[in-house]
T-cell receptor
Framework: GNSVTQMEGPVTLSEEAFLTINCTYTATGYPSLFWYVQYPGEGLQLLLKATKADDKGSNKGFEATYRKETTSFHLEKGSVQVSDSAVYFCALSPNNAGNMLTFGGGTRLMVKP | GAVVSQHPSRVICKSGTSVKIECRSLDFQATTMFWYRQFPKKSLMLMATSNEGSKATYEQGVEKDKFLINHASLTLSTLTVTSAHPEDSSFYIC?????????????FGNGTRLTVT
């Protein structure tokens, strides 16, 4: 079946540090890939997405590239801010599964000033 | 942008009582909504797919008689936790898709923190 694996957190960084959160997936076909962010006490918000191999999703300084050869979709940001502290979820939507989303376990990011 | 409103945001109830959670799409119609449950320090677990005008589709292991889902209109789905017990305490989140493409992102409500005492 489909699955998403994320690095376990928490990830603790100082402000302006470089961020990488690893995400790898297992799926049949050609899934679409997403990163969602959950701020404390809130629901998930879509951060970025990529729908085919080599696509790069980007938003708010975050980037992730769909790497089919390594089945990865790592999240990166060049300079994190305290306001980026949240839980980040990698997810995939299978090609033939309609509205289904499979989530990774989430990675908590803590940015210290 | 598309907004999904979930109510209440927090609820505390006594063991044995029932709790209803509402999920509304405010500026779009959603023929399908999804209900998730989030356990502490774990990912979201899809509980069921709510279909307007028909029965919900439950994931394996989710008790349909305990988690009643009703999707009576194109903008409202409700989840009722019946005869709640402390182990039902969790964070429940609904979502809805805008557009019909399989790769269209979901829009999520802010979640409901249920505490059963």
């Amino acid at each position: 079946g489909n699955s998403v694996t994320q690095m376990e957190g928490p990830v603790t960084l100082s402000e302006e540090a470089f961020l990488t959160i690893n995400c790898t997936y297992t799926a049949t076909g050609y899934p679409s890939l997403f990163w969602y962010v959950q701020y404390p006490g809130e629901g998930l918000q879509l951060l970025l997405k990529a729908t085919k191999a080599d696509d790069k999703g980007s938003n708010k300084g975050f980037e992730a590239t769909y790497r089919k050869e390594t089945t990865s979709f790592h999240l990166e940001k060049g300079s994190v801010q305290v306001s980026d502290s949240a839980v980040y979820f990698c997810a995939l939507s299978p090609n033939n599964a309609g509205n289904m989303l499979t989530f990774g376990g989430g990675t908590r990011l803590m940015v210290k000033p | 942008g598309a907004v999904v409103s979930q109510h209440p945001s927090r609820v505390i109830c006594k063991s044995g009582t029932s709790v209803k959670i509402e999920c509304r799409s405010l500026d779009f119609q959603a023929t399908t909504m999804f209900w998730y449950r989030q356990f502490p320090k774990k990912s979201l677990m899809l509980m069921a797919t709510s279909n307007e005008g028909s029965k919900a589709t439950y994931e394996q292991g989710v008790e349909k008689d305990k988690f009643l889902i009703n999707h009576a209109s194109l903008t409202l789905s409700t989840l009722t936790v019946t005869s709640a017990h402390p182990e039902d305490s969790s964070f429940y989140i609904c979502s809805a898709r805008v557009g019909g493409a399989y790769n269209s992102p979901l829009h999520f409500g802010n979640g409901t923190r249920l505490t059963v005492t």
